[in-house]
């Protein structure tokens, strides 16, 4: 790690470097904005919200609440663990799927050569292209034809198909994997499984792992309110659905509502710091040298 | 195997068909282990994405008001688009401008910063990676602008302005057409450090420490030589599928846009044809012309991604 920093280091100017400084910090310090002020909101006590002219910091900051929020949230019709299971299955469900199917599929579009690849390549490109919302209801009939109206197949198994796993995927391991080293695994006698698993995606961790934040983050926010689209019964919905029932109280919510918005933010960002710290740390392992 | 895999480069001969046919059913023979692993995915995504699109280019040559079945109406939709719709037309132009805007600028913040944060030490880029990514990542934050930008005398900006003395009457930021596209632009370029970032940030950890050793040794003097010399290069396939990422985002913007400036901006000066097509989806149920409008922007979009693969190809 330490050798790789000296290296980056050959072709920079110390007056330049300043500069970076400078621009990167007042960026940081403008794009902080919403955590500051979500934070601040769920900090302040219900007549400082409605306070006129509005304060964006909390004068008397206060827990309260939260504590209000876990006290609705346990008198709640169906157990609100079962929504954060639910919430945990989808996620965890979509991503793996995602994850594991995009890049059998993009391991093969990269580093194969077979008829009809082409065709996939550009279908999977333009399909990026076409807008989502017209193809609501395509989508409803086709649940409803498969039958997985009110069961979370319907928010899951769609999410295995995302386009933006195999795309992403394909471009790290055409970049990243040598074709030698997946000649040599070959001559070793490796199975192509093998390779997929055992070489190709160790090296492109960097991908995959970015791939886990995109995913974690759309289906962990319930897209385009697909719980109330397919889901209709209550022990079947996301947690964050639940919240929103919470918050839909009216306006004397207020402050229980920028609390949700706190433990809802709160899950991405931490599966966003394990992810980006383990990216690091592979960089420095991986050991792959040119042909 | 192993031999077919690497080299089954298929011969282009010109002879007949049923030969050709031969060639490929052998070469999809040969290549048996290639469609195992294409085939998980391509099953869901042909299920939920390819046949849905194609149903809704179908339906763009429809009425569908989705209680009755769809009844067969040729290019009607199309027609009606550009001789009678004005709203739509001022949404083109509204979707031009915004997207000719803030798709190059977000394209290159992102790129920008990801590139200077990825010098910096580890534990210190996650932290920028995560504050520049905030605020795509929390749903609603943007909708502290609705704050800022409040018509009255007690938002932010507002109070600042006339409290300085700048302004000595409030200004309706998001109700007035001077001001309101510039705002939208500018809330959407502050959120725009999304998937692109996170990819560029992963592309460019990817990049292999020799390169630019070999690039110091063949005297690359500055940074600006390297990044455009080692690093662009190398990133091209990334930057293919940022470039396809931002030109998605910037045509076919709506949400914050609505939010920002209301479910009917004052003279449509925030209006785009993704609105325009939500509009009619959802709330007037008319599929067929939804779909016909989904149908058009996709083919800008298909457009403006080709010119842009032109550029890219010129890089280093």
């Known amino acids: 790690m330490k050798l790789r920093i000296s290296n980056r280091r050959l072709a920079r100017s110390v007056g330049g470097d300043i500069l970076v400084f400078i621009v990167i910090f007042a960026m940081a310090a403008f794009m902080s904005l919403p955590f500051v002020y979500t934070i601040s909101q769920a900090l302040k006590p219900l007549n400082e919200i409605f306070l006129f002219p509005p304060q964006f910091f909390p004068r008397h900051p206060t827990l309260d609440n939260f504590s209000d929020l876990f006290l609705l949230m346990a008198q709640s019709w169906v157990p609100i663990t079962r929504y954060l299971f ?30 009809g690849k082409n065709l996939i390549n550009s279908a999977i490109l333009l399909s990026l292209m076409f807008a989502g919302a017209v193809l609501v209801i395509p989508h409803y009939l086709t649940m409803a034809y498969l039958s997985w109206i009110d069961s979370l197949a319907a928010i899951i198994i769609p999410a295995w198909g995302g386009t933006l796993g195999v795309f992403l995927m394909r471009n790290f391991i055409e970049h990243m994997v040598h074709d030698s080293l997946i000649e040599a695994s070959r001559i070793d006698g490796a199975s192509e499984f093998k390779i997929w698993w055992r070489v190709v995606m160790p090296i492109v961790k960097p991908a995959w792992l970015t791939l886990i934040i995109l995913n974690f983050q759309t ?39 920028a609390a949700v918005t706190v433990i809802l933010m709160v899950v991405p960002i931490t599966i966003f710091i394990i992810n980006q710290s383990q990216i690091v740390q592979t960089m420095g392992t991986s050991g792959i040298t040119g042909e | 195997m192993s031999s077919a895999l690497s080299t089954s480069k298929r011969p282009i001969r010109r002879t007949s068909v049923t030969n050709r046919i031969n060639e490929t059913w052998k070469a999809m023979k040969a290549n048996a282990i290639s469609y195992l692993f294409v085939a998980p995915f391509l099953l869901v995504f042909s299920v939920f994405v390819i046949i849905p699109i194609l149903l809704s280019v179908v339906l763009s040559f429809t009425y569908f008001n989705m209680v009755q079945p769809p009844t067969w109406v040729g290019f009607q939709n199309y027609l009606t688009l550009f001789l009678e719709d004005e709203v739509f037309l001022i949404a083109v132009k509204n979707t031009f401008f915004f997207a000719a805007i803030t798709g190059p600028l977000s394209y290159m913040m992102c ?17 920028l990676t995560l504050l520049f990514y ?89 940074r600006w030589q390297e990044l455009w010399y080692i690093t662009l290069p190398l990133m091209k396939n990334h930057l293919m599928f940022g470039a396809i990422i931002t030109i998605t985002n910037s045509f076919a913007a709506a949400g914050q846009l609505q939010a920002l400036t209301g479910d009917t901006p004052t003279d449509w000066a925030t209006w785009t044809i993704m609105q325009h097509l939500n509009d009619y989806g959802y709330v007037r149920y008319e599929m067929g012309y939804a779909s016909a409008m989904a149908v058009l ?10 010119i842009v693969q032109r550029l890219l190809r010129k890089i280093g």
């Open chain 1, 86 to 115: 639910n919430s945990l299955l989808i996620v965890l469900g979509g991503s793996a799927g995602n994850v594991i199917f995009g890049s059998l599929c993009a391991y093969a579009l990269a580093k194969h050569d077979f008829p």
């Open chain 2, 134 to 222: 905030a605020p795509s990542i929390s749903a609603n934050a943007f909708l502290i602008w609705t704050v800022m930008f409040s018509g009255d005398a007690y938002g932010y900006v507002n109070g600042i302005l006339l409290y300085w003395g700048i302004l000595d009457k409030p200004i309706l930021w998001l109700q007035d057409p001077t001001w309101m596209m510039p705002i939208v632009i500018m809330v959407v370029l502050w959120m725009s450090l999304g998937v692109s970032f996170l990819t560029f940030i992963a592309g460019l950890q990817g990049i292999d420490v020799m390169y630019y050793e070999a690039g110091a040794i063949d005297g690359v003097g500055n």
């Open chain 1, 219 to 257: 289906l962990w926010g319930d897209p385009g309110g697909q719980s109330t689209l397919f889901l209709y019964r209550e022990e079947l919905k996301p947690l964050p659905y639940a919240l929103s029932q919470i918050i839909g109280g009216g306006v004397g919510r207020a402050g229980v509502s």
């Open chain 2, 297 to 306: 922007l996709f083919l800008t979009m298909v457009g403006v991604q080709r």
């Open chain 2, 111 to 127: 790129f920008v910063f990801a590139w200077l944060i990825n010098e910096l030490s580890p534990k210190l880029r996650t932290v």
